[in-house]
């Protein structure tokens, strides 16, 4: 067993409790962690920071054994470790909080407890009042008082998340990886959740919590990492940075910054083509309002969770709002189901388009015309000829490289799919197009032909909504940029107020000044 | 793009090669066995499976499963056994069908609109139907010869030959499977069939309308049941309760399964059901005519089933 | 509207106690006139139960509680029972040895093919059925006698002149079959695999991630489920002194029934043995009700109401946490 070099000088002090350096990841065709470190100390409250596809996940992963690294060193607790899966990394003490919880939903509190280590009585069967008791004991010290006998999915995200947390202590973790723990909380659950936090790092067990929410990481938090496209940006104090300083850190300048667009005619004349007021949904939309234009493109600036992509979803019929109207051309409209949009002409390329786009075995041919096949109908049968015409059409539009348009759609790469995806909404003939991360995982090539796409739409009266992570991006092609931060809007720039820093310093902008 | 090697294309075309081996194997090794009398026999018994294995290919396609399409072949057979005495033949079969109808509409609004889970929907309907079936023949086998003419219509129906040498069953059989392949292929229903059993999710944002869908796809499942109920009733000249259609659904959705279309929904291969049928068929032929006892047959098509399954596995990996 | 449906659910996991106690409240009184509720005709279902696919349900429940089916439990029935009287000629011992051994065997195929080759076990247990079926009459033309003292035994009566009206005593095979019910219900409740058949069936990958190997627990539920089975088998064979080639038919449907009715839901992790053990009284408890009925109204009857009590029970298992999703964490992303 290795030890750190800091043990062998006889350091009085192990300085750190994990210490990873140069960690390297790769998956088929994309380097995910070039060179990363992280660096956190005992009973330390440590942040993971980064956007989308920076490499916290796959970070984690190789942390805690689901992933294997290709190189690099993790030290935890004074020994050198590669961890082959989960069960090992716990049981050097490593523990993991889910975004969606891994725990056993149908079974009881104290059962997802013990689960995999119940105590047993003399005569050899489990004990379950000595597990009743002593999970009671356990929850009641974090202050958590609940019936331990209930099915564990009765209780909120909030309480299960508590449970995931003692069923971590009880097992005498070290190091608690929290994922996103305040995604599904509200106000008064983060306070206790954070209470339960600080009583983690007074038995001296960290913490690395990872989470978008400015404000959170600067009420608990005392030191914090940063990535960015899979490379370490730097390790910082809290006290030494404010939310714009980390906000740029995190989504930075990218150099040579194409040039911007220039609107092609007076929008102020334009019509308006979809409103939506005061939207409420749940805690991810609290009375937000969207007013899109013909022929505009407006982007939606926010970090993740901020409810862009919910409010995506209500414009396009996925999902009902709890509260709230859309309006079309002026008119109130009823948006229930995808088709409902579609028939209006709007179009939606989603977030993931592994999961909710594409599909996956059928032809390219299939993918493109999937929405347009209702009027490809002729008395049931599908009008072959037209559809071939339309799909090769778009096939060479948007230079889409596949051997044929039978092929399945899940061997083209992930450019060509989304611009598969993007043909399929063009071939409605839509008015609005709502664009989800559209550039995500896509090679440099394919981003600006997308890119350019969006400026031929707006040029032909077509509205785009786009909704990206990157805030160069947004400047670039938005005619107007609303910033969302937890579910409400923050400001609403146009004209000269779009460039970086603008958009930046109003996410960062603090709560009490808050726009309509 | 990629070049399939030798692995690769064995797998495409296993069902395909399956087949033609075991027909190579019996015109080499079984003495007449390219008779007429043998390609009838294959023909009347193929009939029930592929019947109910078109309306099977569309129900798994979209990711389901119908464990109920032998009661409802009994339920129709034992329908028009007991109605067509009264109203004559057409009507009865006319009833028999709406009945079926409703019963596969009732199981795709359960599992389409309520999101039940298909098997437990179609075991549920499984029993009730077969009970029904039973209820309504009073538990005893309705003999078709003591219908009268209209009995003797309906055994027509099971034993005419056409041209005097080929059995009737030819033309359900034909028709059932151009009907389903025209559909899967050609229709915007199979286009959409296949897309929601590809990925519920995505067609969902594509709007297309899944629960109409699934409703649709149990309707025909059962109705093509209903016909191979019909039909195989009238072969055996007799409607009976208990039996008809029994373990139906097994043979069915084997031939599925092997004719590579996925459990987990997603392209409808018609005519590798076909061919599943026919290899299936060619098992219990096989081992008659050699005088292998067909119990052997049955091992033989449970070790073939397990095969095509992991065959297919692997090529979705 | 929450209060109602607050309500509603904790009456539901309790509901099949419920149905079950109307059904025998309500038949006692309709049948009052014919000593439905006596003693005797209580133990008749009981032993109904305990011959006809009691045990095949209890087999059933190991599986689905995992999230699997086992469709093969009914050809196991019977070959188990061809398979013992086949080697009972040799020695008797050996013969009930070798039949439940028969049901070990085949629940460990099935396991395998479900857990190592990844296939399903609707198609893995469809294909034991068929193979099973035929190789039973590989291996016997006929029925297959069984003598010996596993017949004395599996035919003896206990308790005799205990129970009030039942002064020869009842079969033996009622207390046994509660036996088995019981072992099963503490296997479900005090013991590391029961725990960890929930944990599986919940959330599977939830259940490796805790340390759980869910290859070997599925493995020994289908092992459970192929012995009860043989067991049944074996049972039935040396009470009726033969062992039939066609036993066992369509019994793992109504064993599915069974424990769908029991509150066994059928993705997995939900349910009690109890609840199987009410399933199957509710149904043997129907199925006599019908031989009271006036002739008139056809048997069959029976499976319409079964069936129908399978869509309602399936009907009302809707989830109950709606909101919380457990995906597997490899799907998470950034």
Redesign the interface.
């Known amino acids: 067993m290795l030890r750190h070099p800091l043990c062998m000088k006889g350091a009085a002090v192990m300085e750190w409790l994990l210490d990873i350096q140069g960690l390297e990841k790769s998956f088929p065709g994309v380097k995910a962690l070039k060179g990363v470190s992280l660096q956190v100390k005992e009973g330390e409250v440590h942040a993971l920071m980064g956007e989308n596809g920076a490499g916290k996940s796959t970070l984690i992963k190789v942390l805690t054994g689901i992933y294997q690294k290709d190189a690099g060193t993790i030290w935890f607790d004074g020994q050198s470790i590669d961890a082959k899966s989960p069960i090992e990394a716990n049981r050097k003490g490593i523990s993991t909080i889910y975004q969606e919880l891994n725990l056993s939903p149908f079974q009881t509190v104290y059962e997802n407890l013990f689960l995999g280590r119940e105590p047993r009585t003399k005569i050899g069967s489990i004990d379950r009042k000595e597990m009743v008791a002593e999970a009671s004991r356990i929850l009641d010290d974090l202050e958590v008082h609940i019936d331990v006998t209930r099915p564990l999915g009765q209780y909120s995200t909030a309480i299960q998340q508590m449970v995931a947390v003692a069923r971590a202590i009880s097992t005498n973790t070290k190091l608690v990886i929290m994922d996103e723990p305040t995604s599904s909380l509200d106000a008064k659950e983060v306070k206790v959740l954070f209470k339960v936090i600080r009583k983690l790092k007074s038995q001296g067990i960290s913490v690395i919590f990872i989470s978008h929410k400015l404000d959170e990481i600067f009420e608990i938090c005392e030191r914090l990492t940063v990535l960015k496209d899979g490379q370490y940006v730097g390790a910082y104090d809290i006290k030494d940075l404010d939310q714009l300083k980390l906000i740029s850190l995190m989504v930075g300048r990218e150099t040579g910054e194409r040039e911007r667009k220039k609107a092609e005619y007076n929008l102020e004349q334009a019509k308006e083509l979809m409103r939506a007021d005061n939207i409420r949904r749940g805690m991810r939309l609290n009375g937000v309002g969207i007013t899109i234009k013909e022929g505009e493109v407006v982007g939606l600036a926010g970090l993740l969770g901020s409810g862009r992509s919910e409010l995506a979803q209500v414009l ?1 019929g ?1 999902n009902q709002p709890d509260q709230g109207q859309v309006f079309w051309y002026g008119e109130p409209a009823r948006i229930r ?3 409902d ?2 028939t209006r002409g709007i179009g ?1 390329c ?1 977030e993931d388009r592994k ?8 032809s390219v041919k ?1 993918n493109i015309t ?2 347009l ?2 009027k ?2 002729k008395f ?3 009008k ?1 000829r037209e559809q071939d015409k339309i799909v090769s059409s778009y096939i060479d539009k948007l230079r889409i490289k596949t ?1 044929s348009a039978e ?1 399945p759609i899940v ?1 083209l790469s992930g450019g060509n799919q989304q611009k598969v995806l993007l043909a ?1 909404w063009m071939c409605i003939e839509p008015k609005l197009i709502i664009m989800d991360e559209p550039t995500r995982g896509i090679d440099v090539g394919a981003k600006a032909e997308i890119e350019q796409l969006i400026q031929e739409f707006s040029k032909a009266g077509i509205s785009v909504l786009m909704i990206s992570s990157e805030i160069a991006e947004l400047v670039r092609n938005c005619d107007r940029i609303l910033v969302l931060r937890d579910g409400k809007k923050k400001g609403e720039l146009t004209g000269a107020d779009i460039n970086q820093d603008k958009i930046m310093e109003t996410i960062a902008h603090s709560s009490e000044h808050e726009e309509a | ?2 070049k399939m090697n030798g692995l690769q294309i064995i797998k495409k075309y296993s069902s395909v090669t399956l087949l033609l081996v075991l027909v190579l194997l019996n015109a080499i090794f079984t003495p007449s066995f390219f008779n007429l009398n043998n390609l009838n026999n294959i023909i009347t018994q193929i009939c029930p499976v592929i019947l109910c294995g078109m309306g099977m290919t569309l129900v798994i396609s979209t990711g389901g ?1 119908d464990i109920s399409v032998g009661s409802v072949m009994a339920l129709a057979g034992v329908l028009t056994a007991r109605l067509m005495p009264q109203t004559g033949l057409y009507p009865a079969v006319l009833c028999a069908l709406l009945a079926a109808v409703l019963v596969g509409g009732l199981a795709g609004f ?1 599992v389409g609109k ?1 999101r ?2 298909a ?3 179609t ?13 309504l023949c ?2 005893r086998d309705i003999y078709f010869n003591k219908l009268g003419k209209v009995g003797e219509q309906l055994a027509l129906w099971g034993t005419y030959k056409i041209g005097g040498a080929v059995p009737v069953q030819i033309i359900p059989i034909v028709l059932a499977a151009a009907v389903i392949w025209i559909i899967a292929e ?4 199979g ?2 069939i ?2 929601v059993g ?2 519920y ?9 899944t629960a109409r869908t699934m409703i649709i796809v149990y309707c025909m499942s059962a109705f093509f049941a209903a016909f191979a109920g019909i039909f195989q009733a009238a072969k055996i000249a007799v409607a009976a ?1 208990s039996s008809l259609g029994q373990l139906a659904e ?1 043979d069915a ?2 031939a599925v ?1 092997i004719g590579g279309t996925p ?1 987990s929904g ?2 409808a291969r018609v005519i590798g059901t076909v061919i599943g049928a026919l290899i299936m068929q060619m098992i219990t032929l096989t081992c008659v005519m050699n005088d292998i ?7 033989l ?3 073939i ?2 095969f095509a ?2 065959i297919q ?1 692997e090529k979705r990996k | 509207m929450k209060i109602a449906k607050k309500i509603y659910h904790s009456f539901y996991s309790k509901s099949t106690i419920l149905a079950f106690l109307l059904l025998i409240i309500t038949s006692g009184i309709i049948f009052a006139d014919r000593n439905f509720m006596s003693v005797a005709n209580i133990f008749n279902i009981l032993l109904k139960a305990s011959k006809n696919g009691g045990y095949i349900a209890l087999g059933m429940t190991f599986v689905i509680l995992c999230g699997e ?1 086992d469709l093969s439990a009914g050809a196991v029935l019977a070959i188990s029972g061809v398979v013992m009287g086949l080697v009972g000629q040799v020695n008797p011992y050996l013969g009930i040895a070798a039949g439940l051994l028969t049901g070990v065997i085949t629940g460990m195929l099935i396991g395998l ?1 479900v857990t190592k ?4 076990s ?3 247990s ?6 099973l ?6 291996i016997a033309k006929k029925s297959v006698t069984v003598s010996g003292s596993a017949m004395t035994f599996a035919n003896a009566k206990v308790l005799k002149g205990w129970l009030p009206g039942m002064n020869s005593g009842i079969s033996i095979m009622i207390p046994l079959f509660f036996l088995l019910v019981f072992i099963c219900m503490y296997i479900g409740r005090y013991t590391k695999f029961g725990m960890n058949i929930y944990a599986v069936g919940g959330n599977g990958e939830a259940a490796r991630m805790m340390g759980i190997n869910t290859d070997r627990t599925k493995i020994i539920a289908f092992i459970a489920s192929g012995f009860l089975a043989a067991f049944s088998g074996v049972l039935l064979a040396s009470s009726s002194g033969s062992a039939t080639l066609s036993a066992g038919n369509t019994y793992e ?2 064993a ?2 069974m424990c ?1 009715i029991g509150g066994i839901k ?2 997995g992790g939900v349910g009690k043995f109890s609840g199987t053990f009410f399933g199957i009284l509710i149904y043997f408890i129907i199925n006599t009700i019908f031989t009271y009925l006036p002739t008139s109204i ?14 309602i029970s ?2 009302v298992q ?1 989830e109950v946490f709606g909101k919380v999703k457990f995906k597997k964490i490899r799907e998470q992303t950034d």
């Open positions: 396009f996925a189901k995808p088709a949009a579609i939606f989603t999961v909710e786009g594409i599909i996956p075995n059928l299939e999937i929405a096949l209702p490809l109908n049931g049968f599908v072959t051997p092929q061997n399929r | 793009m990629e499963i359960m309520l039940l889970q098997m437990v929907v075991l549920g309907l499984m029993l009730a139907v077969r009970g029904a079936a039973q209820v009073d538990g050609k229709t915007v229903l286009h959409q296949q897309a590809d990925n999710k995505s067609s969902a944002l594509a709007g297309i309308n309760g097994l959705i084997a399964v459990m997603g392209k006892p067909s119990q052997y047959a049955q091992v098509k449970a070790i089933l397990i399954v992991f596995r | 089916i093919m080759m990844r296939i399903s609707w198609i893995a469809l294909a034991m059925l068929f193979a079926r035929g190789m039973i009459s590989i449907t109504y599915i029934a769908a059928l993705s056809s048997v069959h009857w029976q499976s319409i109401v079964m069936g129908l009590l399978v869509l399936v009907g809707t």
